[in-house]
């Protein structure tokens, strides 16, 4: 760990403070995401509930995304983005189902495992070598995913099977955002992503269409803003702050999704989901530390030869 203490000494103070803040909106953000949605769930389907956060996402980007139009007009590479929003829109479909029926701290920490369905689908799709680091933090996941889920003790529900299915959908997802990156910008990805599923949200709600209320537009609001705004900031973090460090911080969404599912909605504080989450967590953060150091090994060791080179010619 002292190559992580190093990273944050090296940080200056600003961009450490100024990520920490961007972390803590993203994780508010999607807590009031999850809440949102758990709430329009009382009187809508869960199709609308897609459906209208698409449609509060796109108001947002009507007001602030009009100068990215020109690259929309050229629909670079529609058919991966298709492909891209298709999926994305089954994991959310399955994750606030889960959302629905599990405890909020239940849902967060199996979502934890997307980094585990990432490194099998780069191995698959993209072909990338699965490195030591990145199978024992695989190896450690799965592990934490039995503590949480207890397979023996009593009926497994099968609301966490289908949020792992969401976090696989959003690890697929995540490696089709990679290729879209080399030819599309971020703030277009967005975009075509409301895009996409507006139409898919509404085809979906049609099959299940319950009366909507006034009532219900401030959980919109609460569940649409909340989930442009948490990866907005995640990626502002991002920016700001390395993954070893965003890792750690991001999982503290588990423990405040149990004190507001504690408070809000009278769940109970479950430690098998605490010490399943923090399982899934410690994995993927040896696995992120192994590969900076290797990345910086390898580093120096070009630097080391790049003289020895200059001196033989």
Known sequence: MSDNHASLRA??????TQGLIWMALSMVSFIAMSVGSREMATTLS????LFFRALVGLGVI???GRSLLPEIRRMEALPLHLARNTVHFAAQYFWTIGVVV??????FALEFTMPIWVTLFAWLLLREQVSRSRLLATVGGFIGVLVIVRPGIGMIDPAAG???IAAAGYGLSLIMVKRLTGRCSPGAIVIWMILIQLPLGLIAALTDWRPVSLTDVPWMLVAGVGALAAH???AQALKRLEASVVIPIDFLRVPMASVVGFYVYGEAIDLWVFLGGAIILLSNLQAVLAERRDATTGALAAEHALPIKKRQS
């Open 102 to 107: 599990l405890p909020l701290a239940s849902v």
């Open 11 to 16: 940080l200056p103070g600003s961009q450490f």
């Open 62 to 64: 009507l007001a602030v």
């Open 232 to 234: 907005f900031c995640q």
């Open 162 to 164: 289908l949020v792992l």
């Open 46 to 49: 869960i199709q609308q509930i």
